[in-house]
């Protein structure tokens, strides 16, 4: 069984490694209802209580999927869930954290997920024309309401960051993270100590890539999140492909997946830290939280340190229009 973590400072505890549910519902090719929710339930047979979801997925189709899964598990599970978009259409169409659609996003969310509150309510992005103070005063009302238990910010600056545990106790920071996208290390590892705020990487995995079947860009359908990736294509590809070769030496070495190694890379960054890898399938779900149990040594950590330092790695983490909702 997974041992379990402390995530943040005021008093949450999950399992070390999460549940990342987005790619059950879009994202990652053909979504398989009856495969994602037995994968819901070894997760929860193999000790994972932190499950990952947002109103944007799908849209909406996530959090029904999430809450079907988990119907009658609701004393052993930590739900987290994200407001932030402004959905018009079933489509994306910008950022909306204004206080009344807050309000109306988390009483959707309830009402999906069928349950009477959120464990841990994260603002999906930074909304430049909502005051952080202003948003993260509507979320402590939730909480004094009793709708929301912990509050959490995803892919939030330092200056937000600050600001916003300033006006509420932040929980959590999910940001991407991984061996494959290490921005967080210079500069916000540091500011997350010092105000005892957990982080929740997603896409520890590097999107697949650090497991070493990931294909180029161009081989998967364009309503593949991986098509557009800038990483995975032409030359960016063969470069970042030689630079994670390491992850795959030391697997074999060590008997294990190069995706297994990659995942006990983050989870030996420090105790205050828990991945969501996201998957559908059970088998990528059961070497995922075998994972917990891989002890890197000193030498091997510093031998992936060196060969996947920040500058390395090929293309940019998103497109242009993408990156402009990263608050760094």
């Not at 994306?92 to 969310?109: D, F, M, R």
């Not at 795959?248 to 997946?257: F, L, P, R, S």
């Not at 995706?259 to 059970?282: C, E, F, M, S």
Request: glycine share 10%; hydrophobic share 40%.
């Amino acid at each position: 069984m997974l041992e379990k973590r402390k995530l943040g400072s005021q008093g949450l505890e999950v399992s070390a490694i999460g549940l990342g549910c987005m790619g059950m519902s879009q994202s990652y090719g053909a979504a398989d209802e009856d495969e994602a929710i037995a994968t819901v339930h070894r997760a929860l047979d193999l000790g994972v209580t932190l499950f990952d979801t947002a109103e944007v997925y799908g849209p909406f189709k996530n959090e029904e999927l999430v809450g079907r899964a988990l119907k009658g598990q609701r004393q052993k599970v930590i739900i987290a869930t994200k407001f932030g978009m402004r959905i018009e259409d079933g489509k994306t169409t910008g950022l909306n954290s204004h206080p009344k659609h807050i309000k109306e996003a988390v009483e959707g969310s309830l009402k999906r997920l069928g349950v009477d509150y959120i464990d841990l309510l994260y603002q999906h992005r930074i909304d430049p024309n909502v005051p952080i103070e202003e948003v993260v005063g509507t979320m402590s009302t939730l909480v004094e309401q009793g709708k929301v238990r912990f509050l959490g910010l995803s892919e939030a600056g330092e200056t937000n960051i600050r600001r916003a545990h300033a006006t509420h106790p932040i929980t959590a920071l999910q940001s991407e993270y991984s061996l494959w996208e290490r921005n967080l290390e210079p500069h916000l590892f540091g500011v997350l100590r010092e105000l005892g705020i957990g982080l929740v990487p997603f896409s520890p995995l590097g999107r697949g890539f650090l497991t070493g079947v990931v294909k180029r860009a161009e081989e998967y359908p364009e309503d593949d999140f991986r098509h557009d990736d800038p990483r995975l294509q032409g030359e960016n590809y063969d470069a970042n492909l030689k630079a994670a070769s390491i992850v795959k030496e030391i697997a074999t070495h060590k008997g294990y997946k190069p995706g297994q190694i990659a995942l006990a890379w983050v989870l030996q960054k420090g105790g205050d830290i828990v991945p969501i890898p996201g998957t559908k399938r059970r088998t990528y779900l059961e070497e995922n939280v075998a994972a917990a149990s891989i002890t890197l040594s000193v030498d091997e950590i510093a031998a992936l340190d060196a060969a996947l330092p920040s500058n390395i790695v090929a293309g940019a983490r998103y497109s242009d229009a993408r990156m402009k909702t990263v608050d760094r």
